[in-house]
């Protein structure tokens, strides 16, 4: 995995939450920001061999437009600390209807793969503790009541040191989880603000995160304040986006032009 590479300094002495902490970026367009998580896929034609797939919302991907896609990455510098820098992606121009990602055909969750120039892809890694194995559910159900955690980036809490995420948890509120009547959604009771989109949804299995699901919506009477409760799409559904992913990306590898801009943390 990619952050065994980056992060093996302090990787061991990491709980699961900063792991997570460390797979979940924040995002910008010209509209506003949003949160994001990467799964990384084993691939010998990408630098390293590891193509970093990037999962959030349809709804914030569909406000991109031209770009730029503003993505805030980090590393660790000599003391151990994390630096911030910001990557500028620009699309490819799309040709017809085709777009720079999927979109899972009934939720509100898309996925594209960062392909970074070599010369690029040396100097912003997006880092991740997450891989292929890890998003979907592999015969486990999520029960009802069970805990589980989010990670995101609150409009209410604007910037974080090091850019890394807000942590915060609830029970998952539904009945019945990840069966035909669900439809792929579960509802978490948290507290939930614009700038959650797209946050990873995750639980602990033996010192490892696992991947369960991803926020979608807040459930509040005015889209401008916080909610108690929240909607998220299950690990499977995510499963089936990452699906159709390499399903598009066997018919074309698209070249996209990316630059690494130097950000005050």
Not at 219 to 225: E, F, L, T
């Amino acid at each position: 995995m990619m952050a065994v590479v980056l992060l093996s300094g302090c990787a061991g002495h990491m709980n699961v939450s900063e792991k997570m902490m460390w797979s979940t970026y924040p995002l910008a367009t010209q509209k506003g920001a949003a949160t994001g998580f990467v799964i990384n896929r084993k691939d010998a034609r990408e630098p390293g061999g590891v193509l970093p797939v990037v999962f959030t919302s349809v709804h914030v991907l569909d406000t991109v437009g031209r770009g730029p896609l503003i993505i805030g990455i980090r590393k660790l510098d000599e003391n151990d600390e994390a630096q911030v820098a910001l990557l500028a992606f620009n699309p490819p121009r799309a040709q017809g209807e085709e777009r720079f990602y999927v979109r899972h055909p009934h939720h509100d969750l898309a996925a594209f793969a960062l392909h970074l120039p070599e010369e690029v892809a040396d100097r912003a890694k997006l880092s991740s503790f997450l891989d292929e194995r890890m998003c979907a559910r592999n015969g486990r159900r999520l029960r009802s009541g069970v805990e589980v955690s989010f990670l995101g980036y609150p409009e209410v809490l604007p910037g974080t040191e090091g850019a890394f995420p807000v942590l915060r948890s609830g029970r998952v509120a539904s009945y019945p989880v990840g069966t035909s009547q669900a439809h792929g959604r579960f509802l978490i009771n948290a507290d939930v603000y614009p700038g959650d989109s797209g946050a990873p949804v995750f639980v602990t299995q033996g010192g490892r995160p696992q991947l369960v699901g991803m926020i979608t919506q807040r459930i509040s009477p005015d889209a401008r304040n916080f909610s108690h409760l929240a909607v998220a799409v299950d690990a499977n559904v995510i499963r089936e986006t990452m699906d159709l992913l390499v399903a598009a990306e066997k018919k074309v590898v698209p070249v996209n032009k990316a630059e690494q801009k130097k950000a005050a943390p």
